[in-house]
């Protein structure tokens, strides 16, 4: 195997220059640089990570803590930051914290002391323990997805953070499905204390209020962001004197369950009960009927909370700042509308923009008061 003293000699400079065109710890002449290049080339010198991690105080390895990796919401996030960090010639050192805050703060310092660069998280719906060790540490971290509240009193966030907007989207949603006629629209919510949690649920509130419908705590359970949650919620829903005739359905996971519970029920969708959901996955458009959804931004987010990081390496000092991405509205039929009506590319972000856009949409649904 060849050695940088190999390069050196082949190359006709010193192994210090060597080190700093590989490590790009000082400037060095084009001609010289390239030189050094070629003999890398010819010799199929592989640099040793280890060592270099030495001279420059980086092992250019990021930190990502992600829980429910099988999801595909996050493994498509997980993509997209794989292949950022790939790109700017960066690993991969990824752990689940189960969404469990005293297991968060063990896989997160299990991270920290492999000597990634930085962290990416999805924080748990407590994250206090998390947030006091990443202060301590001073590890440089952008938050993915889940949002952190800033510490108060009109200061910014502490962290460097980045998801997709989820108030008005879920409002769309709603107000597509009242003005196909719905006047009882359920809701079955995450896990309670995320960030997205809360915006899915304040959406809802802001699109039953624009459609004109009361809210009804009754018809808005937690499905705990899984689908064996997902699926006693919807079955609870379903059991009430006054059913929903239309359900929202906060992640893909809590979809799944919903229709399980749903045919448990012997329930047809859209026939017996409509349905929309947040969150897009790829055999969304093979179930029968095909879902009504709103789609994030998944791979970009993911893309985007590596260049943030890598932004934040190169000026520890800058401001931080929250991103927000745009979703996408994809009508299909589990709403009930037609084929023929659907469409993709509309953005979700507007209360306003649901049922005035489909003027062919059908006879307004009738309640119903199963007994």
């Known amino acids: 195997m060849a ?48 060592a270099r991690s030495l001279v420059t105080a980086r092992t250019r390895s990021i930190g990502l803590a992600v829980s429910a990796i099988s999801n595909p919401y996050f493994t498509e996030i997980l993509q997209g930051v794989e292949a950022a960090a790939l790109e700017q010639g960066y690993s991969l050192l990824i752990a689940d914290p189960h969404d469990d805050p005293v297991h968060e703060r063990k896989v997160v310092q299990l ?53 997709a907007e989820s108030t008005e989207p879920t409002a769309r949603l709603v107000t597509h499905l009242a003005g196909l006629g719905h006047r009882r629209i359920g809701l079955v919510a995450g896990l309670p204390g995320l960030s997205t949690t809360t915006e899915r649920i304040t959406g809802y509130r802001h699109g ?9 705590e009754r018809i808005l359970v937690h499905g705990h962001s899984e689908a064996a949650g997902a699926e006693r919620a919807t079955a609870a829903l379903l059991d009430l004197g006054s059913r929903p005739t239309a359900l929202v359905t906060a992640n893909n996971a809590m ?36 879902l009504t959804a709103v789609a994030q931004p998944s791979r970009d987010i993911g893309a985007r909370a590596v260049r943030m990081l890598l932004d934040r390496l190169a000026n520890p000092d800058r401001p931080t700042r929250t991103e927000r991405l745009p979703c996408t509205f994809v009508h299909r039929t589990s709403c009930g509308c037609p084929d023929g009506q659907e469409h993709f590319g509309d953005p979700a972000g507007s209360a306003s923009a649901g049922p005035a856009a489909h003027p062919a949409a059908p006879k307004p649904h009738q309640e119903r008061n199963p007994s």
């Not at 390239?34 to 199929?44: C, N, P, R, T, Y």
């Not at 039953?208 to 009804?216: V, W």
């Not at 029920?265 to 790829?282: N, R, W, Y």
């Open 3 to 50: 050695t940088m003293a190999d390069v050196a000699r082949s190359a006709g400079v010193s192994i210090a220059t060597v080190s700093h065109v590989l490590n790009g710890t000082r400037p060095v002449l084009p001609h010289t640089r390239q030189a050094v290049l070629d003999a890398v080339e010819e010799l199929g010198y592989t640099p040793n990570t280890l």
């Open 111 to 163: 991270l920290h002391e492999r000597r990634v660069d930085g962290m990416i998280v999805a924080p748990s719906p407590e994250p206090r323990e998390l947030l006091a060790y990443l202060g301590r540490h001073r590890v440089p971290t952008v938050f993915l997805d889940r949002l952190v509240d800033p510490p108060g009193d009109g200061a910014p966030p502490l962290y460097d953070q980045v998801g």
């Open 208 to 216: 039953l209020a624009a459609a004109g419908l009361p809210f009804d």
């Open 255 to 290: 979809t799944i369950g919903a229709l399980r519970a749903l045919r448990a029920h012997g329930l047809s969708v859209p026939e017996d009960i409509a349905l929309c959901c947040f969150d897009d996955f790829a055999w969304a458009d093979l179930f029968s009927p095909r």
